[in-house]
């Protein structure tokens, strides 16, 4: 059964820290993407960040470059986002995803075959 399962998220003030990790098992990880996507309330699912197992090729949204940074523990099969300068409009369900190498599409959801369930990230003002 392939299971994605997030965890790290939690309220924080602005300028805060916070680091999500997405533990995955049930496929072959090191022949994936994994993606991060986030949704705000009554706002689009968008991509965030991904990483490429089999590489280590990363890819950011314009809107977390330099804060933001991905990581993969292959040994683990968990894959880490470390956000840093957290923004009040960084608040959302943050949800991390599976992709046979989404590469320069790696923004798109549709691209990624497994989900997990989400983890809110809230950032007060």
């Known amino acids: 059964e392939v299971q994605l399962v997030e965890s790290g998220g939690g309220l924080v003030q602005a300028g805060g820290s916070l680091r999500l990790s997405c533990a995955a098992s049930?496929?072959?990880?090191?022949?994936?993407?994994i993606g991060w996507f986030r949704q705000a309330p009554g706002k689009e699912r968008e991509g965030v960040s991904c990483?490429?197992?089999?590489?280590?090729?990363?890819y950011y949204a314009d809107s977390v470059k330099g804060r933001f940074t991905i990581s993969s523990d292959n040994a683990k099969n968990t894959v880490y986002l470390q956000m840093n300068s957290l923004k009040p409009e960084d608040t959302a369900v943050y949800y991390c995803?599976?992709?046979?190498?989404?590469?320069?599409?790696?923004?798109?959801?549709?691209?990624?075959?497994?989900w997990g369930q989400g983890t809110q990230v809230t950032v007060s003002s």
């Open positions: 995803a599976a992709a046979w190498e989404a590469g320069s599409s790696w923004y798109l959801s549709y691209e990624y075959d497994y």
């Open positions: 990483i490429s197992s089999s590489d280590g090729s990363t």
């Open positions: 049930g496929f072959t990880f090191d022949d994936y993407a």
